[in-house]
Protein backbone atom coordinates (compact mmCIF):
# COMPACT_ATOMS: atom_id res chain seq x y z
CA UNK A 1 0.00 0.00 0.00
CA UNK A 2 2.98 2.35 0.79
CA UNK A 3 4.28 1.87 -2.59
CA UNK A 4 0.98 2.48 -4.42
CA UNK A 5 0.61 6.09 -1.90
CA UNK A 6 4.16 6.55 -3.46
CA UNK A 7 3.39 6.23 -7.00
CA UNK A 8 0.18 8.21 -6.52
CA UNK A 9 2.42 11.20 -5.24
CA UNK A 10 5.17 11.06 -7.91
CA UNK A 11 2.34 11.49 -10.24
CA UNK A 12 0.62 14.30 -8.89
CA UNK A 13 4.46 15.88 -8.38
CA UNK A 14 5.67 14.78 -11.99
CA UNK A 15 2.15 17.27 -13.13
CA UNK A 16 2.67 19.64 -10.56
CA UNK A 17 6.68 20.00 -11.98
CA UNK A 18 4.79 20.13 -15.87
CA UNK A 19 2.21 22.98 -14.82
CA UNK A 20 4.90 24.83 -13.30
CA UNK A 21 7.83 24.79 -15.52
CA UNK A 22 5.53 25.06 -18.64
CA UNK A 23 4.38 28.46 -16.80
CA UNK A 24 7.76 30.14 -16.44
CA UNK A 25 9.06 28.96 -19.67
CA UNK A 26 5.72 30.49 -21.24
CA UNK A 27 6.56 33.36 -19.29
CA UNK A 28 9.90 33.53 -20.98
CA UNK A 29 9.27 33.22 -24.43
CA UNK A 30 5.93 35.54 -24.64
CA UNK A 31 8.60 38.36 -23.08
CA UNK A 32 10.80 37.21 -25.31
CA UNK A 33 8.88 37.34 -28.40
CA UNK A 34 7.57 40.98 -26.92
CA UNK A 35 10.66 42.72 -26.78
CA UNK A 36 11.95 41.33 -30.54
CA UNK A 37 8.47 42.83 -32.13
CA UNK A 38 8.35 45.61 -29.88
CA UNK A 39 11.70 46.76 -28.07
CA UNK A 40 10.24 50.12 -26.66
CA UNK A 41 8.42 48.01 -24.12
CA UNK A 42 4.57 49.06 -25.21
CA UNK A 43 2.83 46.18 -25.75
CA UNK A 44 -0.05 45.49 -23.23
CA UNK A 45 0.07 42.54 -21.50
CA UNK A 46 -3.04 41.33 -23.73
CA UNK A 47 -1.05 42.01 -26.76
CA UNK A 48 1.67 40.38 -25.02
CA UNK A 49 -0.50 37.18 -24.78
CA UNK A 50 -1.60 37.71 -28.50
CA UNK A 51 1.98 37.81 -29.92
CA UNK A 52 2.47 34.36 -27.93
CA UNK A 53 -0.25 32.54 -29.43
CA UNK A 54 1.12 33.04 -32.38
CA UNK A 55 4.62 31.41 -32.20
CA UNK A 56 3.90 27.90 -32.38
CA UNK A 57 7.05 25.85 -31.43
CA UNK A 58 6.68 23.10 -28.53
CA UNK A 59 9.52 22.99 -26.56
CA UNK A 60 11.82 20.40 -26.65
CA UNK A 61 10.57 18.16 -23.30
CA UNK A 62 7.07 18.54 -25.49
CA UNK A 63 9.07 17.24 -28.42
CA UNK A 64 10.71 14.31 -26.46
CA UNK A 65 7.07 13.27 -25.19
CA UNK A 66 5.84 13.27 -28.65
CA UNK A 67 8.74 11.31 -29.93
CA UNK A 68 7.55 8.94 -26.82
CA UNK A 69 3.86 8.26 -27.88
CA UNK A 70 5.07 7.83 -31.63
CA UNK A 71 7.07 5.24 -30.35
CA UNK A 72 4.05 3.91 -29.08
CA UNK A 73 2.37 4.00 -32.29
CA UNK A 74 0.07 7.16 -31.76
CA UNK A 75 -0.43 9.13 -34.87
CA UNK A 76 0.97 12.42 -33.10
CA UNK A 77 -0.03 14.63 -36.38
CA UNK A 78 -3.72 13.58 -36.99
CA UNK A 79 -4.36 13.66 -33.36
CA UNK A 80 -2.76 17.32 -32.95
CA UNK A 81 -4.90 18.34 -36.19
CA UNK A 82 -8.17 17.10 -34.23
CA UNK A 83 -6.75 18.52 -31.06
CA UNK A 84 -5.97 22.03 -32.15
CA UNK A 85 -10.11 23.05 -32.69
CA UNK A 86 -10.86 22.57 -29.39
CA UNK A 87 -7.94 23.86 -27.68
CA UNK A 88 -8.29 27.00 -29.70
CA UNK A 89 -11.81 27.28 -28.41
CA UNK A 90 -10.71 26.74 -25.04
CA UNK A 91 -8.35 29.37 -25.23
CA UNK A 92 -5.34 27.64 -25.02
CA UNK A 93 -2.88 28.74 -27.16
CA UNK A 94 0.28 27.08 -26.35
CA UNK A 95 1.67 24.76 -28.23
CA UNK A 96 3.10 22.37 -26.04
CA UNK A 97 -0.48 22.10 -24.06
CA UNK A 98 -1.67 19.22 -26.98
CA UNK A 99 1.05 17.05 -26.43
CA UNK A 100 0.44 17.42 -22.98
CA UNK A 101 -2.90 16.31 -23.37
CA UNK A 102 -1.87 13.94 -25.65
CA UNK A 103 0.65 12.47 -22.93
CA UNK A 104 -1.57 12.26 -20.00
CA UNK A 105 -4.47 10.39 -21.95
CA UNK A 106 -2.26 7.82 -23.64
CA UNK A 107 0.52 7.62 -21.05
CA UNK A 108 -0.13 8.92 -17.46
CA UNK A 109 -3.68 7.41 -17.79
CA UNK A 110 -2.81 3.95 -18.23
CA UNK A 111 -0.81 3.92 -14.56
CA UNK A 112 -3.48 5.93 -12.87
CA UNK A 113 -5.80 3.25 -14.17
CA UNK A 114 -3.60 0.40 -12.90
CA UNK A 115 -3.71 2.49 -9.35
CA UNK A 116 -7.61 2.45 -9.46
CA UNK A 117 -7.08 -1.49 -10.34
CA UNK A 118 -5.17 -2.26 -7.24
CA UNK A 119 -7.08 -0.26 -4.91
CA UNK A 120 -10.42 -1.56 -5.94
CA UNK A 121 -9.08 -4.94 -5.72
CA UNK A 122 -7.37 -4.33 -2.21
CA UNK A 123 -8.54 -6.27 0.73
CA UNK A 124 -10.01 -4.77 3.75
CA UNK A 125 -12.63 -4.64 5.84
CA UNK A 126 -14.95 -0.97 7.03
CA UNK A 127 -13.40 2.27 6.52
CA UNK A 128 -10.28 0.94 5.06
CA UNK A 129 -12.47 -0.48 2.30
CA UNK A 130 -14.64 2.10 1.87
CA UNK A 131 -11.43 4.67 1.62
CA UNK A 132 -9.77 2.50 -0.82
CA UNK A 133 -12.86 2.30 -3.22
CA UNK A 134 -13.12 6.09 -2.98
CA UNK A 135 -9.83 6.56 -3.89
CA UNK A 136 -9.97 3.95 -6.92
CA UNK A 137 -13.13 4.87 -8.03
CA UNK A 138 -11.48 8.63 -8.23
CA UNK A 139 -8.20 7.29 -9.84
CA UNK A 140 -10.36 5.27 -12.51
CA UNK A 141 -12.56 8.22 -13.61
CA UNK A 142 -9.70 10.98 -13.61
CA UNK A 143 -7.94 8.62 -15.68
CA UNK A 144 -10.39 7.60 -18.30
CA UNK A 145 -11.88 10.97 -18.09
CA UNK A 146 -10.25 13.68 -16.73
CA UNK A 147 -8.14 14.56 -19.66
CA UNK A 148 -11.78 15.03 -21.76
CA UNK A 149 -14.08 16.48 -18.54
CA UNK A 150 -11.14 19.35 -17.99
CA UNK A 151 -10.65 20.28 -21.62
CA UNK A 152 -14.21 20.22 -22.08
CA UNK A 153 -15.31 22.16 -18.84
CA UNK A 154 -12.53 25.04 -20.47
CA UNK A 155 -14.06 25.32 -23.66
CA UNK A 156 -17.81 25.82 -21.93
CA UNK A 157 -16.15 27.97 -19.47
CA UNK A 158 -14.97 30.50 -22.17
CA UNK A 159 -18.10 30.17 -24.12
CA UNK A 160 -19.93 31.49 -21.38
CA UNK A 161 -17.39 34.19 -21.27
CA UNK A 162 -17.74 35.32 -25.09
CA UNK A 163 -20.91 35.27 -24.89
CA UNK A 164 -21.74 37.71 -21.89
CA UNK A 165 -18.78 40.02 -23.27
CA UNK A 166 -20.47 39.85 -26.86
CA UNK A 167 -23.02 42.69 -26.74
CA UNK A 168 -21.17 44.70 -25.20
CA UNK A 169 -18.07 44.30 -27.48
CA UNK A 170 -20.19 44.74 -30.63
CA UNK A 171 -21.73 47.82 -29.22
CA UNK A 172 -18.25 49.34 -28.34
CA UNK A 173 -16.94 48.48 -31.73
CA UNK A 174 -20.21 49.82 -33.27
CA UNK A 175 -19.44 52.98 -31.52
CA UNK A 176 -15.68 53.18 -32.63
CA UNK A 177 -16.81 52.69 -36.35
CA UNK A 178 -19.92 55.35 -36.51
CA UNK A 179 -16.60 57.72 -34.48
CA UNK A 180 -15.27 56.85 -37.85
CA UNK A 181 -12.08 54.54 -37.15
CA UNK A 182 -11.33 52.08 -39.72
CA UNK A 183 -11.45 48.50 -38.70
CA UNK A 184 -8.11 47.79 -37.06
CA UNK A 185 -7.93 51.25 -35.01
CA UNK A 186 -11.62 50.11 -33.90
CA UNK A 187 -10.60 46.38 -32.82
CA UNK A 188 -7.28 48.37 -30.98
CA UNK A 189 -9.58 50.68 -28.90
CA UNK A 190 -12.22 47.98 -28.46
CA UNK A 191 -9.52 46.09 -26.89
CA UNK A 192 -8.07 48.98 -24.66
CA UNK A 193 -11.61 49.95 -22.80
CA UNK A 194 -12.51 46.05 -22.35
CA UNK A 195 -9.23 44.66 -20.89
CA UNK A 196 -9.88 44.23 -17.76
CA UNK A 197 -13.62 43.89 -17.82
CA UNK A 198 -13.31 40.46 -20.61
CA UNK A 199 -10.22 39.60 -20.99
CA UNK A 200 -11.19 36.23 -22.91
CA UNK A 201 -12.90 38.84 -25.50
CA UNK A 202 -10.06 41.21 -25.59
CA UNK A 203 -7.48 38.39 -26.29
CA UNK A 204 -9.36 37.36 -29.03
CA UNK A 205 -9.97 40.38 -30.69
CA UNK A 206 -5.99 41.43 -29.96
CA UNK A 207 -5.06 38.13 -31.42
CA UNK A 208 -7.58 38.87 -34.78
CA UNK A 209 -6.01 42.32 -34.81
CA UNK A 210 -2.14 41.23 -35.00
CA UNK A 211 -3.23 38.16 -37.57
CA UNK A 212 -4.68 41.56 -39.60
CA UNK A 213 -1.78 43.09 -39.60
CA UNK A 214 0.46 40.36 -40.56
CA UNK A 215 -1.43 38.09 -42.76
CA UNK A 216 -1.70 39.41 -46.27
CA UNK A 217 -5.53 38.22 -46.36
CA UNK A 218 -7.53 39.67 -44.76
CA UNK A 219 -10.65 37.56 -45.31
CA UNK A 220 -8.55 34.57 -44.27
CA UNK A 221 -7.51 36.72 -40.89
CA UNK A 222 -10.90 37.40 -40.36
CA UNK A 223 -12.58 33.28 -40.82
CA UNK A 224 -10.07 32.43 -38.21
CA UNK A 225 -11.88 34.55 -35.44
CA UNK A 226 -14.79 32.32 -36.42
CA UNK A 227 -13.13 29.16 -36.40
CA UNK A 228 -11.24 29.55 -33.73
CA UNK A 229 -14.30 30.87 -31.22
CA UNK A 230 -16.83 27.88 -33.34
CA UNK A 231 -19.71 30.38 -32.15
CA UNK A 232 -22.37 31.49 -34.16
CA UNK A 233 -22.43 35.27 -33.21
CA UNK A 234 -18.73 35.37 -34.68
CA UNK A 235 -19.43 33.76 -37.50
CA UNK A 236 -21.97 36.14 -38.45
CA UNK A 237 -19.35 39.17 -36.82
CA UNK A 238 -16.92 38.02 -39.57
CA UNK A 239 -19.60 37.63 -42.39
CA UNK A 240 -20.58 40.98 -42.13
CA UNK A 241 -16.63 41.90 -41.90
CA UNK A 242 -16.03 39.86 -44.48
CA UNK A 243 -19.09 41.06 -47.30
CA UNK A 244 -17.92 45.07 -46.14
CA UNK A 245 -14.33 44.48 -47.25
CA UNK A 246 -15.27 42.79 -50.65
CA UNK A 247 -17.94 44.80 -51.43
CA UNK A 248 -17.52 47.82 -49.75
CA UNK A 249 -21.22 48.20 -48.00
CA UNK A 250 -21.49 50.48 -45.34
CA UNK A 251 -19.58 49.31 -42.33
CA UNK A 252 -21.54 51.53 -39.96
CA UNK A 253 -24.77 49.89 -40.93
CA UNK A 254 -24.05 46.52 -41.23
CA UNK A 255 -22.75 46.60 -37.89
CA UNK A 256 -25.93 48.33 -36.32
CA UNK A 257 -28.28 45.72 -38.02
CA UNK A 258 -25.89 43.01 -36.16
CA UNK A 259 -25.87 45.16 -32.72
CA UNK A 260 -29.84 45.66 -33.02
CA UNK A 261 -30.22 41.55 -33.83
CA UNK A 262 -27.91 40.40 -30.77
CA UNK A 263 -29.62 42.82 -28.48
CA UNK A 264 -32.99 41.64 -29.19
CA UNK A 265 -31.49 38.08 -29.25
CA UNK A 266 -30.23 38.42 -25.76
CA UNK A 267 -33.69 40.04 -24.75
CA UNK A 268 -35.08 37.13 -26.14
CA UNK A 269 -32.84 34.52 -24.08
CA UNK A 270 -33.64 36.48 -20.95
CA UNK A 271 -37.31 36.23 -21.53
CA UNK A 272 -36.95 32.33 -22.20
CA UNK A 273 -34.36 31.78 -19.11
CA UNK A 274 -37.01 33.76 -16.58
CA UNK A 275 -39.77 31.63 -18.70
CA UNK A 276 -38.83 28.22 -17.55
CA UNK A 277 -38.48 29.46 -13.79
CA UNK A 278 -41.59 28.15 -12.77
CA UNK A 279 -40.93 24.42 -14.10
CA UNK A 280 -37.56 24.46 -12.23
CA UNK A 281 -38.95 25.98 -9.33
CA UNK A 282 -41.28 23.00 -9.24
CA UNK A 283 -38.84 20.25 -7.76
CA UNK A 284 -37.84 22.56 -4.65
CA UNK A 285 -41.23 23.46 -3.99
CA UNK A 286 -42.72 20.06 -3.64
CA UNK A 287 -39.73 18.58 -1.89
CA UNK A 288 -38.36 21.35 0.52
CA UNK A 289 -42.00 23.57 1.09
CA UNK A 290 -44.54 21.34 0.81
CA UNK A 291 -43.50 19.01 3.67
CA UNK A 292 -43.42 21.98 5.82
CA UNK A 293 -46.22 23.67 4.70
CA UNK A 294 -48.69 20.18 4.78
CA UNK A 295 -46.93 20.31 9.03
CA UNK A 296 -48.26 23.68 9.87
CA UNK A 297 -51.70 22.98 8.32
CA UNK A 298 -52.14 19.44 9.42
CA UNK A 299 -49.86 19.52 13.14
CA UNK A 300 -52.65 20.90 14.96
CA UNK A 301 -55.30 18.44 13.86
CA UNK A 302 -52.75 15.62 14.06
CA UNK A 303 -51.45 17.01 17.72
CA UNK A 304 -55.31 16.92 18.53
CA UNK A 305 -56.41 13.98 17.30
CA UNK A 306 -53.83 12.14 19.69
CA UNK A 307 -54.72 13.90 22.46
CA UNK A 308 -58.04 13.11 22.07
CA UNK A 309 -57.25 9.33 21.74
CA UNK A 310 -54.74 8.84 24.69
CA UNK A 311 -58.15 10.37 26.50
CA UNK A 312 -60.40 8.03 25.66
CA UNK A 313 -57.72 5.21 26.07
CA UNK A 314 -57.26 6.81 29.53
CA UNK A 315 -53.49 7.02 28.55
Not at 39 to 50: L, M, T
Not at 215 to 238: C, K, P, W, Y
Amino acid sequence: MNLLFAGLIGIIVFCGYLLVDTYMTEKKRRHALAARLSPDGSNRPAEEESLFALDREPSGRANAMAGLLRAMGVNIEEALRQLEPRFARAGIAHADAPIYYLFFQRIVAIGLVMLALVFLLSGGEGMHRVFSLFVGGLLLVGGLFGPYLWLENKIEHRKQALTRAFPDTLDLLLICVESGLALDAALNRVCAELGRAYPEMTEELNRARLELALINDRTRALLNLGERTGMVQFRSLVAALIQSEKFGTSLTDTMRVLSEDFRLARLTDAETKAARLPVLLTIPLIFLLMPAFLLIVLGPAIVRFVNDGAAVTGG
